[in-house]
């Protein structure tokens, strides 16, 4: 596990696709946070916090974790590596895991640098230095719960297709379905209890409360869960596929 663990960070970071990547991220946070008028616009929104990064941050990482998870099994099955590696003395959870926590891993390291903001913020205010650290750092936590559930939606996606693009397509799809689409849907059953019932099966409800700072059990646990399920399929289709 601990060699796959590496590969997938040394392709990223050697790769020019994975700098394509890495530049786009910051361009975009920059552009939105920064420059571009708007509800993301730190210096519109009038007060010195990180709510509109951590608010934008979901919506990017949409298309940035996909773009991230595309090539993990799709790029293996079509240069016929996939069998290689289910063939070697790891189970597949290990093969999963291993790319899982590679890919995380990158990820965590996009957003450290990201943490100049927090200082950027802490100049603007009218009393330097008047920024709730606390609520940064769980909002940090919350980005990182939604980041493991959009990583492994991303595997599932690209272990069902050889085609990196379709993988990206579907990994966004989907990531868009269970993070938007299902709040999108509960709007149909107006103000009503089954309204809040199908808006909290999707991630939006669950990330805003612990980008707010509301260190909710349950959201951890519905974000830990949604990790897990996935994974699950990722292994599941590993194993179908094996026996095909």
Request: proline share 2%.
């Amino acid at each position: 596990m601990r060699a796959i663990f590496k590969r997938e960070i040394q392709s990223f970071f050697t790769s020019i696709t994975g700098y394509l990547i890495l530049g786009l991220f910051f361009l975009l946070n920059g552009l939105f946070l920064w420059v571009f008028k708007g509800p993301f616009n730190i210096f519109d929104y009038g007060f010195a916090d990180l709510g509109n990064f951590f608010l934008l941050a979901p919506w990017i990482f949409l298309f940035l974790v996909p773009a991230l998870t595309m090539r993990s099994f799709s790029e293996e099955k079509k240069l016929g590596t996939l069998e290689l590696l289910i063939i070697k003395p790891i189970s597949h959870w290990q093969l999963v895991l291993g790319k899982f926590f590679g890919t995380f891993a990158v990820l965590v390291a996009l957003l450290v640098p990201t943490f100049v903001y927090a200082y950027t913020v802490t100049q603007l205010g009218l009393v330097k230095g008047n920024l709730d650290m606390g609520l940064v750092y769980g909002s940090y936590l919350g980005l990182l719960f939604l980041a493991s559930a959009y990583t492994a939606i991303g595997l599932f996606a690209s272990v069902l297709t050889e085609n990196q693009i379709t993988a990206f397509i579907l990994a966004a799809v989907l990531c868009f379905f269970m993070y938007y689409g299902l709040e999108a849907i509960s709007t149909v059953f107006g103000d009503s209890v089954l309204r809040l019932s199908i808006s909290k099966l999707g991630m939006k409800a669950h990330f805003e409360n612990v980008a707010k700072g509301i260190l909710d059990s349950r959201g951890l646990i519905y974000f830990g869960s949604l990790t897990v399920f996935f994974l699950f399929l990722v292994v599941l289709q590993l194993k179908n596929g094996k026996r095909t």
